[in-house]
């Protein structure tokens, strides 16, 4: 203390150090003088000191704790906070508590025991160091089976805590609230509640640890019916881990953005999954699955399927989820009003129109056998119309039957539109989704190790359409050439995309060679190929007698291609040959 008197006050120990060393009998006679007078200042400050403290114990504070059930709750979030007070404190239990938590628990009328009455020290530095003290610590780490724990408990008057309830400062919903300053920050980053966690959770076969407010009614029922059911307390202690490691991923992605460093991706990193629903199966019936949340920082107001609301149909399945991605990522390019329809995560169907519901028509005429139990995707609001269009519209394979989907994705319904689509099955899924972000971090999971990459979020208005053929397309060719490039971002590959007047007329889709799935778009689109645009993911490589001279004389008025093979020249002459624009690209669309 005497050290830490002079360190604080500085001026004493620069003096002396300045001074003439001072002779043995000196310096013990100092030694002697000072050790008196701080017996004596001592001897007249402490009692002052421990009237005036905050929650100054009484004298037998301590020994009144031995054998009383305590526990200790300091919350951020004190939802049903009053509930949790009571319902404990009426099985017998004392609380300790901090701060605002203290004070909300005395207006529900419960007792409360403040920490500072416990650790015979006052809350400081603003507030940071609250319960960072052997006296709550050792109470919630030692162990009940060991002696010697106990036996150390009793020698520093220190009570054990049975019940351990915390949750964090609200980090995350700060840091994505809006602007907020690095200061800021760092202050909501919460230690001491992760640390009294962690320890309650160590040690869950003593202590009960709860980090959320629905565990309040088991926990009390657990203890009003005095189990003793290790799995509740590993459950309990495996959440609060849980939320613990969830925080701390959040503190490090914002800490990691505070670098400034321009690196897109870091040497590690922790991605918080959040479980929003069980699955009835996964791709088939024979496998179990569940839907989870992201909840990284990076996603916070991204939209996307996963923040969609379900207006009305069955729960989702694991296959529905990637569909009704596939469709909504794919509308979402458009400016224009658009209609996807997806089948198996494949566009089957796109066009953009003026008229969204001639759109509609478009984009399942494309494939109405595919489009039948697909999903439909617009990027517009559905209206009364649309809704009706969409419920009455016969199948054009006999004009007959009403066509069936899976689901319905858009931004909004109004609330005829909603009313509309409700009725036309009890199992249509109609969801209503934002616009996805872009700038995305895209993860794909591969045996033992995960894929990371930018997501790909080129546009036609980010890609310079170089013309390599001797005819230029007209200005609806090109026009054309732009739609066609745009839906063939979204087929796997190998992907062929025909489309003419904003409106997809075949696709060719995951194809191990190029020529299968050009066939297979021009069997799709038929007579209507002729003049129309066509769009390749990647480079042709070869030429004659290969793709771009069947494409030719398939009557393709022009096509888009990446370019970049060491046959480029055989197709410009064929293209040439043909009297077809052929443009490049300089992008590549690969999608697996």
Request: net charge neutral.
């Amino acid at each position: 203390m005497v050290c830490a008197a002079i360190s604080v006050a500085g001026g004493p120990a620069t003096s002396l150090s300045r001074r003439p060393a001072l002779g043995l009998h000196s310096r013990r006679l100092l030694w002697a003088r000072a050790t008196s007078q701080y017996t004596y200042t001592m001897s007249r400050v402490a009692p002052r000191l421990s009237s005036t403290m905050v929650g100054a114990p009484t004298p037998d504070h301590d020994e009144a704790r031995a054998g009383v059930k305590q526990a200790l709750i300091s919350l951020s979030d004190k939802t049903d906070l009053a509930n949790l007070g009571n319902g404990l404190q009426s099985l017998g239990f004392s609380i300790i508590s901090t701060g605002g938590t203290a004070s909300s628990l005395e207006a529900a009328g419960v007792n409360v025991t403040k920490v500072e009455q416990i650790t015979h020290f006052p809350e400081m530095l603003d507030g940071r160091v609250k319960t960072l003290h052997p006296s709550i610590h050792g109470g919630i780490l030692a162990r009940r089976d060991q002696e010697h724990h106990l036996k150390a408990l009793n020698e520093h008057g220190i009570g054990t805590f049975d019940v351990v309830v915390v949750n964090l400062y609200p980090f995350y919903d700060k840091v994505t609230s809006g602007a907020i300053s690095f200061e800021d920050g760092i202050e909501n980053i919460d230690i001491g509640g992760p640390t009294l966690i962690r320890a309650a959770a160590k040690n869950h076969k003593d202590v009960l640890v709860v980090v959320d407010h629905h565990d309040y009614p088991a926990l009390l029922k657990y203890l009003q019916e005095k189990q003793a059911d290790p799995q509740f307390r590993r459950m309990l202690a495996w959440k609060a881990f849980q939320h613990v490691a969830s925080y701390d991923s959040a503190v490090s992605e914002w800490l990691w953005k505070q670098t400034n460093s321009g690196d897109t991706f870091p040497p590690s990193f922790t991605v918080p999954l959040s479980m929003k629903s069980t699955l009835r199966y996964g791709e088939n019936p024979h496998q179990k699955a569940a839907f989870y949340g992201d909840r990284s920082l990076s996603l916070v107001n991204a939209g996307g399927i996963a923040t969609a609301v379900q207006h009305h149909g069955k729960e989702m399945s694991y296959n529905n989820y990637l569909d009704a991605d596939a469709a909504w990522n794919c509308v979402s390019e458009f400016e224009n009003p658009t209609c996807v329809v997806v089948k198996h995560t494949n566009p089957c169907g796109v066009a953009s129109r003026q008229d969204v519901l001639e759109a509609y028509r478009l984009a399942v005429k494309a494939d109405p056998v595919s489009a039948f139990g697909g999903i439909v995707a617009f990027n517009t609001t559905i209206d009364e119309d649309l809704a009706k269009e969409i419920r009455e519209f016969r199948s054009p394979t006999d004009g007959e039957t009403r066509m069936f989907y899976e689901i319905v994705v858009a931004p909004g319904y109004t609330e005829k539109g909603l009313e509309v689509l409700k009725g036309k099955s009890k199992t249509l899924r109609i969801l209503e989704a934002k616009r996805s972000g872009k700038n995305m971090l895209s993860l794909r999971q591969v045996s033992g190790g995960w894929l990371a990459q930018q997501s790909d979020d080129l546009a036609p208005e980010d890609i310079t359409f170089t013309t390599g053929s001797e005819r230029a397309p007209t200005d609806s060719e090109l026009s054309d050439a732009k739609f066609a490039w745009l839906c063939v971002k979204h087929v796997k590959s190998n992907a062929i995309v025909i489309a003419k007047d904003n409106c997809m007329l075949g696709m060719g889709s995951g194809q191990p060679n190029r020529v299968d799935s050009l066939r297979i778009a021009f069997r799709k689109a038929g007579e209507a190929a002729k003049g129309a645009a066509l769009a390749s993911d990647a480079f042709f490589p070869f030429a004659w007698k290969d793709a771009v001279e069947e494409a030719c004389e398939n009557g393709i008025g022009t096509i888009a291609q990446p370019g970049g093979s060491m046959r480029d020249k055989d197709a410009v002459d064929c293209c040439n040959k043909y009297g077809v624009s052929l443009l490049f690209t300089g992008v590549r669309h690969f999608r697996h």
